[in-house]
């Protein structure tokens, strides 16, 4: 769809974008947490620190961001920071498997299980 004219806009700006915000830099984010967490026993956070700051920073800049474009008070933008550590961590590892998974080739499935009949009823 890239290089398909017909669907230039999907191409060229959507599926780039969707790569990048959606899957690149969720799946980067808990190596910025683990890597200042490694950082504080040894004392060289401080230049870890700024790499934090920059990703905190982005999250509320985009928040905020939406919180414009969708005329909501601008005061929610910062629910992003308690999200950071409840939500982005489950996020990241669903993020990971689907990666690891895509990668080894294995077909994903709901794990639907197949009725047997086999459970004995109590009358």
């Known amino acids: 769809m890239v290089f398909n ?3 230039r806009a999907l191409g060229w ?3 780039p974008s969707i790569w990048f915000f ?6 980067v984010t808990p190596m910025v947490d683990l890597f200042l967490v490694a950082s ?5 956070w401080g230049s870890v620190m ?7 920073a982005m999250d509320l800049i985009l928040a905020t961001l939406a919180c414009i474009i969708e005329r909501e008070p601008i005061v929610r933008a910062w629910r992003i920071l308690p999200m950071r550590v409840i939500y982005r961590p489950m996020l990241s590892y669903c993020i990971w498997k689907a990666i690891l998974r895509a990668v080894k080739g294995a077909w994903v499935s ?4 197949e ?3 086999s459970v004995p009823v109590r009358v």
């Open 40 to 44: 504080l026993p040894f004392g060289v």
């Open 115 to 117: 009725r047997t009949a």
């Open 110 to 113: 709901w794990g639907k299980l």
């Open 22 to 27: 959606q899957i690149i830099l969720v799946a």
């Open 13 to 15: 700006f959507s599926l």
């Open 5 to 7: 004219w017909k669907y």
């Open 50 to 56: 700024p790499f934090v700051i920059t990703f905190l």
